[in-house]
């Protein structure tokens, strides 16, 4: 995996930001239960951006676990996680632009208030579902 690099881009004035490799301790803190199928991580700055785009840059792994790559953004054991999006070696990039879960939109207005972020996943696993 150390040759292949996500990044995410929350804004069209930022930069991207490398997505690290690896389980941290905030998966502990969303208690996110598959942990050990963990490839990426990192923060969602709060209140929710208004779009995310995703993108992968080098070498795809051969193995077969890694044929799809799900983005999903935690809040929390309480709430569904938020399917952003599939990528794959053919498909190394996510965009999204929408409107939240009204559930995310409340938890990441609240989180906001007391300093927290989300928590965006990037797990080996299956194609495409619904958000």
Avoid at 104 to 109: K, N
Wanted: contains cysteine.
């Amino acid at each position: 995996m150390e040759n292949l690099k996500l990044y995410v881009l929350f804004s069209t004035d930022g930069a991207p930001q490398e997505i690290p490799f690896a389980a941290s301790d905030e998966a502990d803190h969303f208690h996110i239960e598959s942990r050990e199928q963990h490839g990426f991580e990192g923060t969602v700055p709060l209140p929710l951006p208004k779009f995310l785009l995703i993108f992968a840059l080098g070498e795809w792994p051969q193995d077969n676990h890694f044929r799809h790559m799900s983005a999903e953004i935690h809040f929390g054991k309480d709430l569904d996680p938020f399917h952003v999006g599939t990528l794959s070696k053919d498909n190394r990039s996510v965009c999204w632009q929408g409107t939240w879960r009204e559930d995310l939109q409340v938890r990441g207005m609240l989180m906001s208030e007391e300093g927290l972020t989300g928590l965006l996943v990037i797990t080996p696993g299956k194609p495409d579902r619904e958000g």
